[in-house]
Protein backbone atom coordinates (compact mmCIF):
# COMPACT_ATOMS: atom_id res chain seq x y z
CA UNK A 1 0.00 0.00 0.00
CA UNK A 2 1.66 3.29 -1.22
CA UNK A 3 1.08 7.17 0.21
CA UNK A 4 -2.15 7.37 -1.38
CA UNK A 5 -3.74 4.95 1.00
CA UNK A 6 -2.75 6.90 4.11
CA UNK A 7 -2.89 5.51 7.82
CA UNK A 8 -5.77 8.36 8.91
CA UNK A 9 -8.13 7.16 5.64
CA UNK A 10 -7.86 3.62 7.37
CA UNK A 11 -8.42 4.87 10.62
CA UNK A 12 -11.44 6.64 9.21
CA UNK A 13 -13.02 3.29 7.45
CA UNK A 14 -12.06 1.64 10.78
CA UNK A 15 -14.46 4.14 13.01
CA UNK A 16 -17.32 5.37 10.45
CA UNK A 17 -17.60 2.24 8.66
CA UNK A 18 -18.06 0.04 12.16
CA UNK A 19 -20.39 2.97 13.67
CA UNK A 20 -22.68 2.65 10.77
CA UNK A 21 -22.91 -0.66 10.10
CA UNK A 22 -23.26 -0.48 14.02
CA UNK A 23 -26.59 1.33 13.68
CA UNK A 24 -27.81 -0.12 10.52
CA UNK A 25 -27.68 -3.71 12.37
CA UNK A 26 -29.44 -2.17 15.44
CA UNK A 27 -32.07 -0.14 13.07
CA UNK A 28 -32.27 -3.66 11.65
CA UNK A 29 -33.26 -5.42 15.86
CA UNK A 30 -35.73 -2.65 16.17
CA UNK A 31 -37.36 -3.46 13.22
CA UNK A 32 -36.94 -7.27 13.43
CA UNK A 33 -38.38 -7.22 17.11
CA UNK A 34 -41.61 -5.16 15.75
CA UNK A 35 -42.41 -7.64 13.27
CA UNK A 36 -41.44 -10.99 14.74
CA UNK A 37 -44.41 -11.36 16.52
CA UNK A 38 -45.86 -12.49 13.82
CA UNK A 39 -43.11 -15.36 13.07
CA UNK A 40 -42.19 -16.51 16.77
CA UNK A 41 -45.43 -17.97 18.14
CA UNK A 42 -45.47 -15.99 20.90
CA UNK A 43 -49.28 -16.66 21.61
CA UNK A 44 -48.59 -20.16 22.47
CA UNK A 45 -46.07 -19.00 25.45
CA UNK A 46 -48.21 -20.21 28.20
CA UNK A 47 -46.77 -20.35 31.84
CA UNK A 48 -46.74 -24.32 31.09
CA UNK A 49 -44.43 -23.46 28.20
CA UNK A 50 -42.55 -21.33 30.03
CA UNK A 51 -41.65 -23.71 32.50
CA UNK A 52 -40.73 -26.21 29.63
CA UNK A 53 -38.07 -23.92 28.61
CA UNK A 54 -36.51 -23.82 31.93
CA UNK A 55 -36.69 -27.75 31.96
CA UNK A 56 -34.43 -27.56 28.77
CA UNK A 57 -32.42 -25.70 29.80
CA UNK A 58 -31.62 -27.53 33.28
CA UNK A 59 -31.13 -30.81 31.97
CA UNK A 60 -28.82 -29.47 28.85
CA UNK A 61 -31.09 -31.06 26.20
CA UNK A 62 -28.78 -28.52 23.36
CA UNK A 63 -26.07 -30.80 24.58
CA UNK A 64 -26.56 -33.46 22.15
CA UNK A 65 -29.67 -32.10 20.16
CA UNK A 66 -30.35 -29.04 17.83
CA UNK A 67 -33.16 -27.19 18.47
CA UNK A 68 -34.29 -25.16 15.05
CA UNK A 69 -31.12 -26.43 14.05
CA UNK A 70 -28.64 -24.79 16.81
CA UNK A 71 -26.95 -27.03 19.43
CA UNK A 72 -25.03 -30.30 19.12
CA UNK A 73 -24.99 -32.54 16.28
CA UNK A 74 -25.72 -35.84 18.59
CA UNK A 75 -28.78 -36.31 18.22
CA UNK A 76 -31.99 -35.76 16.66
CA UNK A 77 -33.64 -32.41 15.37
CA UNK A 78 -36.12 -31.48 18.03
CA UNK A 79 -37.95 -28.20 16.65
CA UNK A 80 -40.11 -30.53 14.50
CA UNK A 81 -40.17 -34.07 17.01
CA UNK A 82 -43.86 -33.02 17.76
CA UNK A 83 -44.70 -33.47 13.85
CA UNK A 84 -42.31 -36.35 13.48
CA UNK A 85 -43.58 -37.79 16.00
CA UNK A 86 -47.61 -38.06 14.70
CA UNK A 87 -48.26 -35.04 16.85
CA UNK A 88 -48.54 -36.72 19.69
CA UNK A 89 -47.49 -35.56 22.77
CA UNK A 90 -47.89 -38.84 24.68
CA UNK A 91 -44.99 -40.47 22.08
CA UNK A 92 -42.66 -37.47 22.96
CA UNK A 93 -43.19 -38.03 26.95
CA UNK A 94 -42.62 -41.66 26.54
CA UNK A 95 -39.64 -41.44 24.99
CA UNK A 96 -38.11 -39.38 27.19
CA UNK A 97 -39.59 -40.95 30.17
CA UNK A 98 -38.24 -44.62 29.56
CA UNK A 99 -34.93 -44.45 28.64
CA UNK A 100 -32.40 -46.73 30.27
CA UNK A 101 -30.51 -46.01 32.97
CA UNK A 102 -27.84 -47.93 31.75
CA UNK A 103 -27.80 -47.04 28.43
CA UNK A 104 -28.05 -49.57 25.46
CA UNK A 105 -24.91 -51.37 24.99
CA UNK A 106 -23.11 -49.92 21.92
CA UNK A 107 -25.03 -47.23 21.25
CA UNK A 108 -26.31 -43.59 21.71
CA UNK A 109 -29.06 -43.14 24.17
CA UNK A 110 -30.20 -40.47 25.97
CA UNK A 111 -30.09 -40.52 29.76
CA UNK A 112 -32.82 -41.40 32.05
CA UNK A 113 -33.16 -37.39 33.39
CA UNK A 114 -36.07 -38.64 35.87
CA UNK A 115 -38.85 -36.15 35.85
CA UNK A 116 -41.70 -35.16 37.37
CA UNK A 117 -44.93 -36.09 35.06
CA UNK A 118 -44.96 -32.22 35.56
CA UNK A 119 -41.65 -31.59 34.19
CA UNK A 120 -42.75 -34.14 31.33
CA UNK A 121 -45.50 -31.98 30.44
CA UNK A 122 -44.21 -28.72 30.16
CA UNK A 123 -40.93 -30.01 28.45
CA UNK A 124 -43.28 -31.34 25.80
CA UNK A 125 -45.20 -28.41 25.49
CA UNK A 126 -42.11 -26.51 24.93
CA UNK A 127 -41.22 -28.44 22.09
CA UNK A 128 -44.88 -28.46 20.71
CA UNK A 129 -44.80 -24.33 20.96
CA UNK A 130 -41.23 -24.60 19.23
CA UNK A 131 -42.28 -26.89 16.79
CA UNK A 132 -44.95 -23.76 15.38
CA UNK A 133 -42.19 -21.17 15.31
CA UNK A 134 -41.92 -20.00 11.58
CA UNK A 135 -38.72 -20.45 10.81
CA UNK A 136 -39.47 -20.31 6.73
CA UNK A 137 -39.67 -23.65 6.13
CA UNK A 138 -36.54 -25.43 7.59
CA UNK A 139 -35.88 -28.21 7.98
CA UNK A 140 -36.16 -29.30 4.82
CA UNK A 141 -38.02 -32.46 5.73
CA UNK A 142 -39.40 -34.35 8.52
CA UNK A 143 -35.78 -35.99 9.76
CA UNK A 144 -34.77 -32.22 10.83
CA UNK B 1 11.61 -9.07 28.27
CA UNK B 2 11.81 -5.39 28.82
CA UNK B 3 9.16 -4.98 31.80
CA UNK B 4 9.27 -7.68 34.96
CA UNK B 5 5.17 -7.18 35.16
CA UNK B 6 4.73 -8.45 32.06
CA UNK B 7 6.01 -11.92 33.47
CA UNK B 8 2.42 -12.23 35.28
CA UNK B 9 1.80 -13.40 31.62
CA UNK B 10 3.39 -16.49 32.36
CA UNK B 11 0.91 -17.57 34.79
CA UNK B 12 -1.62 -17.53 32.77
CA UNK B 13 -0.10 -18.97 29.51
CA UNK B 14 0.18 -22.18 31.94
CA UNK B 15 -3.45 -22.27 32.69
CA UNK B 16 -4.17 -21.70 29.07
CA UNK B 17 -2.12 -25.12 27.94
CA UNK B 18 -2.88 -27.13 30.39
CA UNK B 19 -6.60 -26.48 30.01
CA UNK B 20 -5.80 -26.50 26.07
CA UNK B 21 -5.04 -30.04 26.94
CA UNK B 22 -7.89 -30.58 29.21
CA UNK B 23 -10.12 -29.99 26.02
CA UNK B 24 -8.27 -32.24 23.80
CA UNK B 25 -8.63 -35.19 25.76
CA UNK B 26 -13.09 -34.40 26.12
CA UNK B 27 -12.57 -33.90 22.23
CA UNK B 28 -11.20 -37.21 21.87
CA UNK B 29 -14.03 -38.45 24.42
CA UNK B 30 -16.80 -37.03 22.90
CA UNK B 31 -15.42 -38.29 19.00
CA UNK B 32 -15.38 -41.96 20.32
CA UNK B 33 -18.91 -41.78 21.89
CA UNK B 34 -19.76 -40.30 18.10
CA UNK B 35 -19.05 -44.15 17.42
CA UNK B 36 -19.02 -45.73 20.07
CA UNK B 37 -22.75 -45.20 21.40
CA UNK B 38 -21.99 -45.98 25.40
CA UNK B 39 -18.96 -45.34 26.05
CA UNK B 40 -18.32 -43.47 29.80
CA UNK B 41 -22.43 -43.92 29.58
CA UNK B 42 -24.05 -42.99 32.38
CA UNK B 43 -20.92 -41.63 34.08
CA UNK B 44 -19.89 -38.98 31.06
CA UNK B 45 -23.10 -38.73 29.06
CA UNK B 46 -22.13 -36.93 25.73
CA UNK B 47 -23.55 -33.51 26.55
CA UNK B 48 -21.18 -33.33 29.92
CA UNK B 49 -18.29 -34.09 27.83
CA UNK B 50 -19.47 -31.46 24.86
CA UNK B 51 -19.67 -28.90 27.39
CA UNK B 52 -16.54 -29.19 29.06
CA UNK B 53 -15.10 -29.21 25.59
CA UNK B 54 -16.62 -26.25 24.55
CA UNK B 55 -16.46 -24.05 27.64
CA UNK B 56 -12.46 -25.67 28.17
CA UNK B 57 -11.72 -23.89 24.89
CA UNK B 58 -13.35 -20.22 25.70
CA UNK B 59 -11.94 -20.42 28.95
CA UNK B 60 -8.61 -21.09 28.15
CA UNK B 61 -8.62 -18.94 25.35
CA UNK B 62 -9.89 -16.35 27.79
CA UNK B 63 -6.98 -17.00 30.00
CA UNK B 64 -4.30 -16.84 26.46
CA UNK B 65 -5.89 -13.60 24.95
CA UNK B 66 -5.37 -11.86 29.30
CA UNK B 67 -1.85 -13.29 29.18
CA UNK B 68 -1.12 -12.09 25.86
CA UNK B 69 -2.40 -8.54 26.93
CA UNK B 70 -0.56 -8.74 29.97
CA UNK B 71 2.65 -9.14 28.19
CA UNK B 72 1.93 -6.74 25.14
CA UNK B 73 0.70 -4.17 26.84
CA UNK B 74 3.40 -2.85 29.25
CA UNK B 75 5.78 -2.53 25.90
CA UNK B 76 3.34 -0.91 24.03
CA UNK B 77 2.85 1.51 26.36
CA UNK B 78 6.39 1.33 27.77
CA UNK B 79 5.63 1.14 31.54
CA UNK B 80 5.47 -1.73 33.78
CA UNK B 81 1.56 -2.76 34.51
CA UNK B 82 -0.78 -1.07 36.73
CA UNK B 83 -0.98 -3.34 38.80
CA UNK B 84 1.25 -7.40 38.99
CA UNK B 85 -1.33 -8.32 42.05
CA UNK B 86 -4.36 -7.42 40.96
CA UNK B 87 -3.62 -9.44 37.68
CA UNK B 88 -2.46 -11.96 39.93
CA UNK B 89 -5.31 -12.34 41.85
CA UNK B 90 -7.49 -12.25 38.94
CA UNK B 91 -6.20 -15.57 37.91
CA UNK B 92 -6.70 -17.34 40.75
CA UNK B 93 -10.27 -16.27 40.92
CA UNK B 94 -10.63 -17.15 37.30
CA UNK B 95 -8.50 -20.48 37.71
CA UNK B 96 -10.60 -21.41 40.72
CA UNK B 97 -14.31 -20.77 39.28
CA UNK B 98 -13.46 -22.23 35.76
CA UNK B 99 -12.40 -25.31 37.91
CA UNK B 100 -15.18 -25.87 40.21
CA UNK B 101 -17.78 -24.95 37.29
CA UNK B 102 -15.83 -28.16 35.20
CA UNK B 103 -15.91 -30.33 38.45
CA UNK B 104 -19.38 -29.41 38.57
CA UNK B 105 -20.14 -30.47 35.76
CA UNK B 106 -18.57 -33.70 36.11
CA UNK B 107 -19.15 -34.60 39.76
CA UNK B 108 -23.09 -34.07 39.59
CA UNK B 109 -26.13 -34.37 36.66
CA UNK B 110 -26.33 -30.91 35.84
CA UNK B 111 -29.87 -30.08 36.84
CA UNK B 112 -29.01 -30.88 40.06
CA UNK B 113 -25.79 -28.28 39.45
CA UNK B 114 -28.80 -25.95 38.52
CA UNK B 115 -30.23 -26.35 41.63
CA UNK B 116 -27.59 -25.95 43.62
CA UNK B 117 -26.13 -22.50 41.77
CA UNK B 118 -29.85 -21.44 42.26
CA UNK B 119 -30.35 -21.03 38.56
CA UNK B 120 -33.96 -20.83 39.12
CA UNK B 121 -33.50 -17.15 40.60
CA UNK B 122 -31.72 -16.12 37.93
CA UNK B 123 -31.92 -18.55 34.83
CA UNK B 124 -29.09 -18.41 32.33
CA UNK B 125 -28.36 -21.20 32.47
CA UNK B 126 -28.26 -25.01 29.64
CA UNK B 127 -28.00 -22.46 26.62
CA UNK B 128 -25.38 -23.56 23.99
CA UNK B 129 -21.76 -22.05 24.73
CA UNK B 130 -23.21 -20.86 28.07
CA UNK B 131 -23.66 -23.33 30.28
CA UNK B 132 -22.13 -22.31 33.29
CA UNK B 133 -23.81 -21.48 36.29
CA UNK B 134 -24.96 -17.86 36.53
CA UNK B 135 -22.89 -17.20 39.52
CA UNK B 136 -19.37 -18.53 37.18
CA UNK B 137 -20.97 -16.04 34.71
CA UNK B 138 -21.16 -13.12 37.67
CA UNK B 139 -17.52 -14.53 37.92
CA UNK B 140 -16.09 -14.28 34.50
CA UNK B 141 -17.46 -10.06 34.34
CA UNK B 142 -16.36 -9.32 37.58
CA UNK B 143 -12.65 -10.93 36.19
CA UNK B 144 -13.45 -9.14 33.10
CA UNK B 145 -14.16 -5.86 34.67
CA UNK B 146 -10.90 -6.26 37.00
CA UNK B 147 -8.63 -7.08 33.99
CA UNK B 148 -10.02 -4.48 31.79
CA UNK B 149 -9.13 -1.69 34.69
CA UNK B 150 -5.51 -3.05 34.88
CA UNK B 151 -4.96 -3.26 31.03
CA UNK B 152 -7.10 0.16 30.55
CA UNK B 153 -4.93 2.19 33.01
CA UNK B 154 -1.53 0.69 32.09
CA UNK B 155 -2.71 1.92 28.64
CA UNK B 156 -4.13 5.65 29.42
CA UNK B 157 -0.67 6.14 31.22
CA UNK B 158 1.55 5.39 28.87
CA UNK B 159 2.35 5.20 25.08
CA UNK B 160 -0.77 4.91 23.25
CA UNK B 161 0.09 2.44 19.95
CA UNK B 162 -2.43 1.05 17.58
CA UNK B 163 -2.07 -2.25 18.75
CA UNK B 164 -2.95 -1.87 22.00
CA UNK B 165 -5.84 0.61 21.13
CA UNK B 166 -7.35 -1.80 19.27
CA UNK B 167 -6.49 -4.86 21.54
CA UNK B 168 -8.17 -3.06 24.45
CA UNK B 169 -11.06 -1.84 21.84
CA UNK B 170 -11.81 -5.91 21.32
CA UNK B 171 -11.36 -6.42 25.08
CA UNK B 172 -13.92 -3.83 25.89
CA UNK B 173 -16.33 -5.61 23.41
CA UNK B 174 -15.63 -9.03 24.72
CA UNK B 175 -16.77 -7.95 28.45
CA UNK B 176 -19.63 -5.83 27.11
CA UNK B 177 -20.78 -8.25 24.63
CA UNK B 178 -21.08 -11.00 27.09
CA UNK B 179 -23.47 -9.36 29.37
CA UNK B 180 -26.20 -10.60 26.91
CA UNK B 181 -25.66 -13.81 28.47
CA UNK B 182 -27.60 -12.59 31.46
CA UNK B 183 -30.43 -11.92 28.87
CA UNK B 184 -32.22 -15.31 28.78
CA UNK B 185 -36.30 -14.23 27.75
CA UNK B 186 -38.73 -17.35 28.08
CA UNK B 187 -39.85 -16.89 24.16
CA UNK B 188 -37.23 -18.91 21.98
CA UNK B 189 -36.59 -16.83 19.31
CA UNK B 190 -35.92 -13.58 21.26
CA UNK B 191 -33.52 -16.12 23.07
CA UNK B 192 -31.47 -17.39 19.81
CA UNK B 193 -31.34 -13.93 18.62
CA UNK B 194 -29.42 -11.88 22.00
CA UNK B 195 -27.66 -15.55 22.63
CA UNK B 196 -25.64 -14.69 19.21
CA UNK B 197 -24.72 -11.30 20.20
CA UNK B 198 -22.24 -13.04 22.07
CA UNK B 199 -21.92 -15.89 20.40
CA UNK B 200 -21.35 -13.84 16.80
CA UNK B 201 -20.33 -10.92 17.85
CA UNK B 202 -17.26 -12.82 19.96
CA UNK B 203 -15.90 -14.85 17.21
CA UNK B 204 -16.51 -13.12 14.18
CA UNK B 205 -16.62 -9.45 15.61
CA UNK B 206 -14.25 -8.42 18.69
CA UNK B 207 -12.01 -11.42 19.18
CA UNK B 208 -11.11 -10.42 15.33
CA UNK B 209 -9.80 -7.09 16.35
CA UNK B 210 -8.23 -9.20 19.04
CA UNK B 211 -6.55 -11.36 17.06
CA UNK B 212 -5.63 -9.10 14.56
CA UNK B 213 -3.92 -6.89 16.78
CA UNK B 214 -1.93 -9.92 18.66
CA UNK B 215 -0.82 -10.94 15.05
CA UNK B 216 0.07 -7.07 14.15
CA UNK B 217 2.12 -6.95 17.60
CA UNK B 218 4.28 -10.48 16.48
CA UNK B 219 4.83 -9.28 13.31
CA UNK B 220 5.83 -5.91 14.66
CA UNK B 221 8.24 -7.58 16.77
CA UNK B 222 9.89 -10.38 14.37
CA UNK B 223 10.27 -9.02 11.36
CA UNK B 224 11.33 -5.11 12.50
CA UNK B 225 8.83 -3.82 10.03
CA UNK B 226 7.54 -0.27 10.26
CA UNK B 227 4.81 0.45 12.57
CA UNK B 228 3.14 2.73 10.27
CA UNK B 229 3.19 0.00 7.53
CA UNK B 230 1.51 -2.19 10.31
CA UNK B 231 -0.80 0.14 11.59
CA UNK B 232 -2.02 0.95 7.90
CA UNK B 233 -3.13 -2.54 7.45
CA UNK B 234 -4.34 -3.53 10.67
CA UNK B 235 -7.14 -0.77 10.73
CA UNK B 236 -7.92 -2.10 7.66
CA UNK B 237 -8.27 -5.52 8.64
CA UNK B 238 -9.98 -4.80 11.63
CA UNK B 239 -12.47 -2.01 9.56
CA UNK B 240 -13.24 -5.05 7.07
CA UNK B 241 -14.24 -7.32 10.06
CA UNK B 242 -17.00 -5.08 11.75
CA UNK B 243 -17.97 -4.18 8.20
CA UNK B 244 -18.77 -7.37 7.03
CA UNK B 245 -19.11 -9.32 10.51
CA UNK B 246 -21.92 -7.19 12.61
CA UNK B 247 -24.13 -7.18 9.57
CA UNK B 248 -22.64 -11.06 8.80
CA UNK B 249 -24.77 -12.06 11.69
CA UNK B 250 -28.03 -12.43 9.59
CA UNK B 251 -26.54 -15.88 8.77
CA UNK B 252 -27.73 -16.89 12.18
CA UNK B 253 -30.96 -15.33 11.56
CA UNK B 254 -31.97 -17.71 8.58
CA UNK B 255 -34.51 -20.45 10.21
CA UNK B 256 -34.75 -19.58 13.67
CA UNK B 257 -38.37 -17.23 13.73
CA UNK B 258 -36.90 -14.02 12.48
CA UNK B 259 -38.12 -12.59 9.49
CA UNK B 260 -36.90 -13.27 5.80
CA UNK B 261 -34.96 -10.24 4.93
CA UNK B 262 -32.29 -11.51 7.00
CA UNK B 263 -31.23 -14.28 4.44
CA UNK B 264 -30.48 -11.36 1.92
CA UNK B 265 -28.82 -9.45 4.50
CA UNK B 266 -26.50 -12.67 6.48
CA UNK B 267 -25.86 -13.90 2.51
CA UNK B 268 -24.30 -10.74 1.65
CA UNK B 269 -22.34 -9.77 4.16
CA UNK B 270 -21.50 -13.21 5.45
CA UNK B 271 -20.23 -13.72 1.78
CA UNK B 272 -18.00 -10.96 2.59
CA UNK B 273 -16.52 -11.88 5.76
CA UNK B 274 -13.26 -14.23 4.42
CA UNK B 275 -12.18 -10.60 3.01
CA UNK B 276 -10.47 -9.89 6.73
CA UNK B 277 -9.31 -13.19 7.05
CA UNK B 278 -8.12 -13.02 3.50
CA UNK B 279 -6.33 -9.57 4.00
CA UNK B 280 -4.48 -10.79 7.24
CA UNK B 281 -3.19 -13.63 5.04
CA UNK B 282 -1.79 -11.10 2.84
CA UNK B 283 -0.35 -8.92 5.49
CA UNK B 284 1.88 -11.63 7.56
CA UNK B 285 3.32 -12.86 4.25
CA UNK B 286 3.96 -9.12 3.13
CA UNK B 287 5.36 -8.07 6.38
CA UNK B 288 7.42 -11.26 6.75
CA UNK B 289 8.58 -10.89 2.77
CA UNK B 290 9.77 -7.05 3.85
CA UNK B 291 11.57 -8.15 7.08
CA UNK B 292 14.06 -6.01 7.99
CA UNK B 293 15.98 -8.61 10.57
CA UNK B 294 15.86 -12.30 10.44
CA UNK B 295 14.02 -13.39 14.01
CA UNK B 296 16.08 -16.27 15.98
CA UNK B 297 12.31 -17.41 16.92
CA UNK B 298 11.40 -18.96 13.83
CA UNK B 299 8.66 -21.05 15.20
CA UNK B 300 6.71 -17.93 16.57
CA UNK B 301 7.35 -16.69 12.84
CA UNK B 302 6.07 -20.31 11.69
CA UNK B 303 3.23 -19.46 14.13
CA UNK B 304 2.07 -16.26 13.12
CA UNK B 305 1.73 -17.12 9.21
CA UNK B 306 -0.15 -20.57 9.73
CA UNK B 307 -2.16 -18.29 12.01
CA UNK B 308 -3.38 -16.71 9.02
CA UNK B 309 -3.43 -18.99 6.64
CA UNK B 310 -5.62 -21.61 8.49
CA UNK B 311 -7.98 -18.76 10.11
CA UNK B 312 -8.78 -17.92 6.27
CA UNK B 313 -8.90 -21.08 5.32
CA UNK B 314 -11.71 -22.29 8.02
CA UNK B 315 -13.70 -19.10 8.95
CA UNK B 316 -13.11 -18.06 5.94
CA UNK B 317 -13.26 -20.60 3.20
CA UNK B 318 -15.14 -23.27 5.66
CA UNK B 319 -17.60 -20.25 6.22
CA UNK B 320 -18.30 -19.28 3.28
CA UNK B 321 -18.86 -22.76 2.09
CA UNK B 322 -22.18 -22.83 3.94
CA UNK B 323 -23.15 -19.35 4.52
CA UNK B 324 -25.42 -18.27 1.73
CA UNK B 325 -29.20 -18.93 2.46
CA UNK B 326 -29.78 -21.78 0.06
CA UNK B 327 -26.86 -23.37 0.75
CA UNK B 328 -27.72 -23.02 4.43
CA UNK B 329 -30.97 -24.38 3.92
CA UNK B 330 -29.77 -28.11 3.66
CA UNK B 331 -26.05 -27.47 5.84
CA UNK B 332 -27.66 -25.89 8.68
CA UNK B 333 -26.68 -27.92 12.18
CA UNK B 334 -25.17 -30.85 9.98
CA UNK B 335 -21.62 -31.86 10.45
CA UNK B 336 -20.35 -29.29 7.71
CA UNK B 337 -21.10 -26.61 10.96
CA UNK B 338 -18.72 -28.96 13.51
CA UNK B 339 -16.24 -28.81 10.53
CA UNK B 340 -16.44 -25.66 9.92
CA UNK B 341 -15.96 -24.58 13.44
CA UNK B 342 -13.19 -26.59 14.24
CA UNK B 343 -11.03 -25.28 11.74
CA UNK B 344 -12.29 -21.79 12.41
CA UNK B 345 -11.29 -21.83 16.09
CA UNK B 346 -8.03 -24.15 15.65
CA UNK B 347 -6.96 -21.43 12.95
CA UNK B 348 -8.21 -18.07 14.29
CA UNK B 349 -7.71 -18.34 17.98
CA UNK B 350 -5.96 -21.30 19.18
CA UNK B 351 -3.02 -20.67 16.83
CA UNK B 352 -2.94 -17.04 17.74
CA UNK B 353 -2.70 -17.68 21.42
CA UNK B 354 -0.09 -20.21 20.71
CA UNK B 355 2.01 -17.17 18.02
CA UNK B 356 2.18 -15.20 21.34
CA UNK B 357 3.28 -17.76 23.70
CA UNK B 358 5.64 -19.23 21.32
CA UNK B 359 7.09 -15.35 20.91
CA UNK B 360 6.73 -14.96 24.43
CA UNK B 361 7.85 -18.04 25.76
CA UNK B 362 11.70 -17.50 25.48
CA UNK B 363 11.57 -13.97 26.50
CA UNK B 364 9.30 -15.36 29.83
CA UNK B 365 11.82 -18.25 30.18
CA UNK B 366 15.12 -15.39 30.24
CA UNK B 367 16.20 -17.28 27.38
CA UNK B 368 16.90 -13.98 24.95
CA UNK B 369 14.53 -14.01 21.83
CA UNK B 370 14.44 -17.75 21.14
CA UNK B 371 15.05 -20.90 22.73
CA UNK B 372 17.72 -23.37 21.55
CA UNK B 373 17.35 -24.89 18.06
CA UNK B 374 16.10 -28.75 19.54
CA UNK B 375 12.93 -27.05 21.11
CA UNK B 376 11.86 -25.31 18.13
CA UNK B 377 12.46 -27.27 15.64
CA UNK B 378 10.05 -29.98 17.93
CA UNK B 379 7.83 -26.98 18.29
CA UNK B 380 7.82 -26.73 14.02
CA UNK B 381 6.79 -30.57 14.56
CA UNK B 382 3.91 -29.83 16.68
CA UNK B 383 3.06 -26.73 14.62
CA UNK B 384 2.43 -29.22 11.51
CA UNK B 385 1.14 -32.19 13.68
CA UNK B 386 -1.38 -29.80 14.77
CA UNK B 387 -2.30 -28.22 11.42
CA UNK B 388 -1.80 -31.20 9.07
CA UNK B 389 -4.84 -33.36 11.44
CA UNK B 390 -6.92 -30.11 12.06
CA UNK B 391 -7.22 -30.00 8.32
CA UNK B 392 -7.84 -34.06 8.03
CA UNK B 393 -10.76 -33.32 11.14
CA UNK B 394 -12.28 -30.74 9.07
CA UNK B 395 -12.34 -32.82 5.67
CA UNK B 396 -13.58 -36.25 7.52
CA UNK B 397 -16.49 -34.25 9.10
CA UNK B 398 -16.94 -32.36 5.74
CA UNK B 399 -17.40 -35.89 3.90
CA UNK B 400 -19.62 -36.77 6.77
CA UNK B 401 -21.65 -33.40 6.50
CA UNK B 402 -21.93 -33.87 2.60
CA UNK B 403 -23.16 -37.51 3.10
CA UNK B 404 -25.43 -36.69 6.18
CA UNK B 405 -27.31 -33.70 3.82
CA UNK B 406 -27.46 -36.06 0.77
CA UNK B 407 -29.04 -39.33 3.23
CA UNK B 408 -30.93 -37.34 5.55
CA UNK B 409 -32.07 -33.71 4.23
CA UNK B 410 -32.54 -35.12 0.63
CA UNK B 411 -33.37 -38.98 0.86
CA UNK B 412 -35.28 -37.87 4.27
CA UNK B 413 -33.42 -41.15 5.83
CA UNK B 414 -33.88 -41.12 9.73
CA UNK B 415 -31.22 -39.10 11.84
CA UNK B 416 -30.09 -42.25 13.53
CA UNK B 417 -29.91 -44.43 10.78
CA UNK B 418 -27.89 -41.86 8.75
CA UNK B 419 -25.63 -41.23 11.77
CA UNK B 420 -24.36 -45.37 11.49
CA UNK B 421 -23.34 -44.75 8.09
CA UNK B 422 -21.42 -42.06 8.67
CA UNK B 423 -19.48 -44.52 11.01
CA UNK B 424 -16.32 -44.51 8.96
CA UNK B 425 -15.86 -40.47 8.60
CA UNK B 426 -16.10 -40.45 12.56
CA UNK B 427 -13.68 -42.79 12.98
CA UNK B 428 -11.38 -41.35 10.88
CA UNK B 429 -11.67 -38.27 12.24
CA UNK B 430 -11.21 -40.02 15.90
CA UNK B 431 -7.58 -41.15 13.96
CA UNK B 432 -6.54 -37.70 13.16
CA UNK B 433 -7.47 -36.49 16.73
CA UNK B 434 -5.43 -38.83 18.21
CA UNK B 435 -2.62 -37.18 16.07
CA UNK B 436 -3.93 -33.67 17.14
CA UNK B 437 -3.11 -34.37 20.80
CA UNK B 438 0.38 -35.63 20.16
CA UNK B 439 0.85 -32.65 18.21
CA UNK B 440 -0.27 -30.77 21.23
CA UNK B 441 2.05 -32.56 23.44
CA UNK B 442 4.78 -32.05 21.57
CA UNK B 443 4.06 -28.58 22.02
CA UNK B 444 4.34 -28.61 25.47
CA UNK B 445 7.50 -30.49 25.77
CA UNK B 446 8.93 -28.25 22.99
CA UNK B 447 7.93 -25.36 25.80
CA UNK B 448 8.77 -26.91 28.90
CA UNK B 449 12.34 -28.69 27.86
CA UNK B 450 13.53 -25.45 25.88
CA UNK B 451 16.86 -23.93 26.93
CA UNK B 452 18.95 -20.97 26.55
CA UNK B 453 20.50 -21.26 22.91
CA UNK B 454 23.84 -21.82 22.31
CA UNK B 455 26.28 -19.14 22.42
CA UNK B 456 26.98 -19.35 18.30
CA UNK B 457 23.20 -20.35 17.67
CA UNK B 458 21.92 -17.27 19.09
CA UNK B 459 24.18 -14.64 16.92
Partial sequence: MNEVFTKSMARNIYFGGSLFFVLIFLALTFHTIKTIPELDNRAALTEQVKHGKEVWENNNCIGCHTLLGEGAYFAPELGNVYQRYGESREAIKAFIQFRPAEGIPGRRSMPQFNLTDEELDAVVEFLVYSSQINTQNWPPNIQG | ?459
Avoid: C
Avoid at chain 2, 5 to 24: E, N, R
Avoid at chain 2, 123 to 142: A, D, H, N, Q, S
Avoid at chain 2, 276 to 296: E, Q
Avoid at chain 2, 446 to 457: R, S, V
Fill in chain 2, 1 to 459: MKYESQAVAKLYFLAALGLFLGQIIFGLIMGLQYVWGDFLFPLIPFNTARMVHTNLLIVWLLFGFMGSAYYLIPEESQRELYSVKLAKLLFWVFLVAGALTIVGYLLMPYARLAEVTGNAYFPTMGREFLEMPTITKVGIVIVALGFIFNVGMTVLMGRKTVVSVILLTGLVGLALLFLFSFYNPSNLVLDKYFWWWVVHLWVEGVWELIMASLLAYVLIKTTGVDREVVDKWLYLIVAMALITGILGTGHHYFWIGTPNYWQWVGSVFSALEPIPFFLMTIFAFNMVNKRRRDHPNKAAVLWAMGTAVVAFLGAGVWGFLHTLAPINYYTHGTQITAAHGHLAFYGAYVMIVLTIISYAWPHLKGHGDANDERSQVMEMWSFWLMSVSMVFITLFLTGAGILQIWLQRIDGQTFMAVQEKLAVFYWMREAAGLVFVAGLILYLVAMFTAKKPALEEAS
